[in-house]
Structures are given as structure tokens and as C-alpha cells.
């Protein structure tokens, strides 16, 4: 792999963004304000044939007329100039670029034959690029930013995403975004003319910054060197794919989406297994499961134990544990009488560990269950049942001279909250066992409050329906096996 | 059916709470203060052997001292009370109740004897009750609501929600009411000590005001009932259910969570779908198909147009839909022309229709795509992609000078957005066609623009992952199915 022009990608001292422009609306526009948002001391160059100035900053009608080095190029000219201009930097000496534009192979024949052209016209001058066709790329290591989806920088984090297609990593970007989850680097690989989906894996795999590695993959181009790339990596570190064309229809979109040809989808399943690879089913699993990977800790078998402030839920969850070949364990004996010294009478007295809505003892309970041999991950459902801001309002009901009590109580109680979410998760650490967490509440909204920030910042999330945190936990198994396997 | 009396339970002219409290942090505290915030003309009677007054409002110590006729009675005293209050209730002259109270069949022997007594008391007296062991139920058209789950009134809507765990029931109602979704009726139905599962069904089939049917079910007390009723009712009105006890794990939990027997999970697939009930498999689509069924034409096929503006997003959404029996059907000669006609040339040629995040021609795609004879049902993907604010960001980035010229793009925007929403529900019913829609951004931030309060007030969704509209598509063209082979 030609490591130094990918770490140019990722780094580049100076580069020039060719058909950068002030015409509000055109993707220049944007483009060029996303690369000097975060600029520090890298040197920019917008080029663009017919202006002096963009963006406030000296232009040049061609890169072969800038004064100083180049490292890297960003090419967003119309699709008949491409080629000319990838010329031109060949001639420049820069040592890399993408090219956003599209209308290349994704546009039959001819685009094919232009796509060819462009390859071996950056051949000929040495240039590695990424695209075309491709939504963009950042580090947020380093600050550079290729993509337009928002005017805002990307949260540094241990997480790389490499996505065939822009608008499905955008997705997972924006997820990331709402929820404060930092991503390390993303690359939106487009046709894949030049650098493809394997380049980017084998230099994530070594890049110290990337922990865990998301993948949207419509097609592979290089299947065996997948195979032995990942094979070599899921050792170190995870990696989980969203792979598409699994129906005849999904693969006929994809062909015409990135001209990628999926292949017979239990090939892939089957290739993805030898090799580590987990995979999932759906793009907001993509999210949900390669933050669980980064945060947990290995799982060391199939067992789970249930911690449920609700029985709806804890059913629920039961099911769709074992649905996915968890096993939802018998407890020892040992807990069972632990238990039963710290919950009402009336608790389930079993698996799932069913408070029924008591209160106060959720953390000592699940204590008590990663203590127990029979367990090797905890899914405890219904997190936070209580709305302190509710109750304020319930008891100021009565009168209002009561609010100082209430305000009281709320106090008090968040911060025993916010005590049992420090051990709870230095407990995570201690036992070495997974704790996945479902709120009882749909919606996104508890990320507002300071218990969920508290879990966030922490890197752990809250899933926010029985289903998903349950998901979850059968890929952290499946990751514990596969590494086992390994010996 | 004792159809009066199950009037009265949603709409008593007086009511005795009894266990009413104003003892902040006990249930009796919460159900006073939800019994009383919408009461208009309801006589409401606080019973509480030790006060005076509760709530402002002059209390009882025991029902029979009240003056009055008490047509339904809340009751929330301990359980060793229970019965003995229901004897005065008998005496009292009063037609059903409410038993909030947990600790009877779900607690082992004593609690089944203690449960038996209850009944054959409350039998004795002429009363039908709800519960025990339930979280409340309401009616959002009387305004008469027992559940405590938040203080506030939920959305008057079409939507019916009978529930077998008051925290399912809850995170479907929350839902619901953070996305401005309303129902009609509530019920959790508890232990179903007397009144079933079956008697809620029968009265929200006749009942005007609900037009769809949601249940979440542990386990059927009156199987063959059920099944009878739900022959008869399906082909008039939707019914959705999520039925949990899939795997063992799950019946185990569900047994000592209401001391429901599962059955074999297979028994109950072929009867939910001899009889029309569409089944769904989590708790986020149990909400999210019920208000599909409710808004959406009845879908006469299997063939599915999808639109997308984003080419991930339509692999995605091809994959989705035809793994769910849909099918990602041939365009017509005639709808290809016509897409030739207003699309860029680089537009897919195809089913998905991949408008390669052309802007505009959008809604005129769609109405195309619904007057094709080979498609039953649109999937519009990654709609609303461009976030008008975010332009104006950009705008003014240049100069501040030009915010005007923003604020009114952005105005033009929105307009002509708004504008195309009407045209497409307006399309969905001249063609009796569902259209299905589906966000590109995660989350549900979304609801706060202006353009998904149209949607939302017209109660069509906009779902957040492409897979979940997918799941929503082919649960309406099984309804559709089954209507068809009713005849």
C-alpha cells in the first residue's frame, strides 16, 4: 500500500480545491468553505478558471499556476474538465486527490471509457485518488474535510467509517452528530476508480486512531484481499458491515447505484464469518453496534442475564435475546438469595430479574448478577424509569410552597443516579462483562438529560427500544466467539 | 357483552378514588391528580380512610359513606384491602372498577386465592372490573384517564391500544405523544381477572371512534373468542399485535410476568393470520403500523415504486422491501418515458428511481410513478434531503449582506416544499395508492419543521431508517391480502 500518499489523504499539508466558487448553490460553494473551516496551517488554494478571489482567498485559474508545492487535490469541476485537470496536477507533482464529481462508470459506456481515462491519466503522474462520484472524506484528527453535509466539524472519536455510498454514511454520521459519537476518519469511496474499499480497510487496520471500523459495502472489488485484510485485522480490532444486495432487487440497485456487483449473497455471509467480520442487517445497527464495540468488553459466552424494571420489557427482551441465540441463563443459587435479601417479595425470582418498579436496589441487583458465573453480559431494560422533572411538576401541584422540597428530591435522586452509572460502569470494567442499557422510553430525547450525557460520555450508549439493545448483544457474543475461535 | 357497563368505564358520570392521597411518591398521589385534570362534569369522590380532604377536594373514608351514586370506582388501596373495598363498592351500587392494586394470580397460590375472592365478590355485586395489577386506561374523548404515566392528557386520535403490560402500553403512548400522535382508548389490561383481553377487542371493534386496533399480547385467555371476533372485526377495521413469547425465554418471562400461558407460538401465527390480524415482531413497529393502517389507502398488490434521491438509500430500501415479500416491480414504457423526460439523463432508468439528488422534479416523478398500472404502492426515500436553515448558514457565511437573499430562497423553499406535501396525500387518495415516506436524517429531530408538522398533521408518518418503512409497506399490502381473500 502506498501509505505515504494515503496518509497525504488523510494530512495534506496544502491543497488546492479546483472549481471552488462563491456561486451560492453549487457544491464548490460549499466545498471550499468545508476545507478552510478547520484549516490551522494547512494551505489552501481555490482554482477556478474564471475568478481571482473565492472565499475571500487569492484563486488561480489553473493548479499548475500556483506558486507553491501541492500535496492534494479536490476536484469538483463539471465531468468533461476532469481529466484535463487531473492533468494538470500530474504535471503539478500532487500526490493526491478526490474527485467529487460524478458522471464516470455509475453512467454506462461512455462514462466508463472517461472513468478509464482519468485512471490512467493520475497513473502516469502518480497520483492516488479517492472517487469519483463520492460524497466526500474527513480526518478529525487532522481537520480536513471534504464533505458538505454540514456546516459543522465532526466530534473526534475511535470510530472509521468506510461507506459505498454518501448518503448512507452520511446517516450514520448524523447519527453520531445528534448523539455526540466521534468518528476518526470517513471516507465515501464513490466508484472506487483508483483507491478502493480494501485500500482504506488496510490503512484503517493500522491507523492507531481508528478502534472500530463500520462498513457500508454494496460490492467488493478485491473480495480476496478483503478476506485476508480483515481476516488479519478483526483480530486487533472489529469491524462491522452493512452488506447490501442480499435480494435480487437490492443487487440490481446496486449495480446501477455504484456499477458494484454484489455477488451471491451467502458468499459474502459465509466470507464475513471465517474472517471476523460482523455483520448486520440494518444501517442503524451499523451505528448501534459498532459503538458497542468500541465502549464493551469482550463477551465471554452467550449468556444473559436480564435486568427489567418492567415486565412488558423484560418479556420483550427475552425474546428477541434468544431470538438472536442468546441464551437468557438460570441463575445460581447464590444470586437468588442475594437477590432475594435486597427486592420486594413479589420480584420474578428469576431471569429475567424483574424489580417491578422498585427502586433503589436496580444497582445493587445488578451487581449481584455480573457476580454470577452463569452470566456474561448484562441487558438492563428500562433504565431511568423516573422523570425527576415530572415528579417537580406532580408535587408543585399540590402547592407551590412544596417546590423546594421537590426540587430537593429531584436533586437527590439524580445524584444517586449519576453514582450508580459511575460504578455501574467501572463495574463494566472490573468484571470484564458487557452492560447494554434500553430506556423505557422511545425517542432520542433522554440524551438530554445529565444521567444520559453522564452514559455518553462515557462512550455508552442507551438503545431506545428492547429490540435494538438485544441486537446488539448477539453481535458482541458473535465477536467474543469468533476471537475465541482464533485461540 | 355487558356493553353498558363497559360504557361506564370509559365514561363514568362519578367516580370514587379510593386510596386518594396527597402523600407525594405513592400511586394513590399520581391517580387522584390524573382523575381529576380533565374531570368537566365527572362527580369526582377522593376515598381515604384516614383524610378529610385530599386534593382540595372533600374525601370519604369509605365508599359507602358517599352521598351520591358512584357509577366507577379506582381503586389503589394495598392489596390485603382489596376485596373488602370491593364489597363496599358491591354495596355501594357501583357498575365497574378499576383494581390498580399489584400482589394476586402474577404472586403464586395466595395471590390466585386472594385473586378469586376478588372476583367472585366483585361477581357477586353485578361489577366488572379492569385489572388487577394494570397501570390505568383512558378514554381521550370523555377525558377519563386512570394512568399516571405522565401529568398530562394524551391526543384525542383513532388509534385503540389494548396492552397486556402497562410499560409496552406506555412506550407506544409516549411515543405517540412526543411525535403528536393520538388515540382514542387505552387499556392495560393487567391480570384480567374479569374482564379479557376479548371484551376490550369486542368493544373497540364497535366502537365508532377507533379505527384501528393495536394490541400487545402475552398470552390469550379465550383463544377461540379472540379468534371469532377478531374474523368479524378485521375486515372492517385493521388489527395490529405484537405477540410476545416467540422462545421459550420469552414464555417463561411472560408466565410470571401476568401469569399468561403463551402457547406454542406457531399455533398463534396461523390463527392471527387466519383471522387478519397483522402480526408485527417489535414494539417500534407495533406504532409505527398502526398508523400506517390508519392513514393509508388499502394496497391492492405486492408491487412496490420506490423513489429515492440518494442511491443508498435506494439499494437499502430494495434489499428491505423484497426480503419482506414486496416486490420492486418493472416500470411501465410509458412511466420510463415520462422520468426521461423531467429527470437528468444520469437518472437510474429504473425501479428504484435514483433522482441522483436532482431537486424539483421530485413530486412530478411521483405522480408518474403512481399512475403506473405495475406499481401498487410508492416508497419515497430520503425525502426533505436539504435542511433550509443549513443553507442560510452557508449563505450568510459569505456576506452578511446576503442574508436577505437567503431568507427568501430558503421562504421559496419551503413553500414549494409544503406545497408538493399536499399534492402527494391529495394523489394518494385520488389513487388509492399508500404512499410510504421516509426521511434521510436520523433520529426525530425532524418533527420540528414545518414541513413534518404537514405530514404529521394529515397523520401520515415520515419513518427515520429506510428498513422501517419497508417493514410498514408490507404489512399493508398483507392487509391488503387478506381483505382480498375475504372476497
Known amino acids: 500500500m502506498d501509505i505515504e500518499k494515503i496518509e497525504c489523504i488523510f494530512n495534506p499539508q496544502s491543497v488546492a480545491v479546483i472549481g471552488a466558487t462563491d456561486t451560492f448553490g453549487k457544491w464548490g460553494f460549499d466545498l471550499i468553505r468545508a476545507v478552510v473551516k478547520n ?42 474538465h476532469v481529466v484535463s485537470v487531473m492533468r494538470d496536477c500530474a504535471k503539478k507533482g500532487v500526490k493526491a486527490a478526490i474527485v467529487i464529481t460524478a458522471g464516470f462508470a455509475e453512467m454506462g459506456e461512455k462514462g466508463k471509457e472517461l472513468q478509464k481515462e482519468l485512471v490512467s491519466v493520475a497513473r502516469d503522474g502518480g497520483i492516488r485518488f479517492i472517487g469519483p462520484n463520492t460524497m466526500g472524506h474527513f480526518s478529525t484528527l487532522s481537520g480536513f474535510d471534504t464533505l458538505t453535509l454540514l456546516p459543522v466539524a465532526f466530534k473526534r472519536g475511535e470510530i472509521g467509517l468506510i461507506s459505498q455510498s454518501g448518503n448512507i454514511g452520511g446517516y450514520v454520521l448524523l447519527r453520531g452528530l445528534e448523539e455526540g459519537v466521534g468518528f476518526s476518519k470517513f471516507i465515501g469511496t464513490g466508484n472506487e476508480a483508483d483507491l478502493t474499499l480494501e485500500d482504506y480497510l488496510e490503512y484503517l487496520g493500522q491507523d492507531d486512531n481508528t478502534k472500530v471500523i463500520a462498513l457500508y459495502i454494496e460490492g467488493l472489488r478485491q473480495g480476496r484481499r478483503f478476506f485476508e485484510l480483515a481476516r488479519e485485522i478483526s483480530k486487533k480490532k ?15 440497485a446496486a449495480q446501477s447505484h455504484t456499477s458494484a456487483l454484489s455477488g ?22 451499523l451505528y448501534d ?35 438472536r441465540g442468546l441464551d437468557v441463563s438460570t441463575l445460581s443459587p447464590r444470586t437468588i438469595d442475594g437477590l432475594n435479601a435486597i427486592l420486594p417479595p413479589y420480584w420474578s425470582h428469576g431471569n429475567p430479574v424483574d424489580t417491578v418498579a422498585a427502586t433503589g436496589c436496580t444497582y445493587e441487583a445488578l451487581r449481584l448478577m455480573l457476580d454470577d458465573e452463569n452470566i456474561d453480559a448484562i441487558y438492563y431494560v428500562a433504565v431511568i424509569d423516573k422523570d425527576p422533572r415530572l415528579n417537580i411538576g406532580r408535587l408543585i401541584d399540590i402547592a407551590p410552597s412544596k417546590r423546594e422540597q421537590a426540587e430537593r428530591l429531584v436533586a437527590e435522586y439524580n445524584s444517586r443516579e449519576l453514582e450508580s452509572v459511575d460504578m455501574m460502569l467501572s463495574h463494566m470494567g472490573e468484571y470484564q462483562k458487557p452492560i447494554v442499557f434500553c430506556s423505557s422510553r422511545p425517542g432520542r430525547k433522554p440524551w438530554d438529560s445529565e444521567l444520559y450525557h453522564r452514559f455518553r460520555d462515557d462512550g455508552v450508549m442507551i438503545y431506545s427500544a428492547p429490540e435494538d439493545g438485544a441486537k446488539v448483544l ?3 457474543a458473535e465477536y467474543g466467539r469468533y476471537l475465541r475461535s482464533c485461540g
Open 39 to 80: 484549516r490551522g496551517k494547512r494551505k489552501i488554494y481555490p482554482v477556478n478558471i474564471r475568478e481571482e478571489e473565492v472565499c475571500g482567498i487569492k484563486s488561480f485559474h489553473r493548479v499548475t499556476d500556483i506558486p507553491e508545492t501541492v500535496d492534494f487535490a479536490v476536484i469538483v469541476v463539471p465531468a468533461p
Open 474 to 476: 448477539a453481535r458482541l
Open 238 to 252: 472489529p469491524i462491522v458491515a452493512l452488506k447490501v444486495g442480499r435480494t435480487s432487487a437490492g443487487m440490481k
Open 289 to 323: 453496534t459498532a459503538i458497542a464495540l468500541l465502549r464493551q468488553p469482550i463477551m465471554k459466552g452467550n449468556r444473559v442475564g436480564i435486568l427489567t424494571r418492567g415486565g412488558g420489557f423484560g418479556v420483550l427482551s427475552s425474546d428477541a435475546c434468544q431470538a
Open 264 to 285: 451471491a449473497d451467502r458468499i459474502y455471509d459465509a466470507m464475513f464469518k471465517q474472517c471476523g467480520v460482523i455483520r448486520v442487517d440494518e444501517v442503524a445497527e
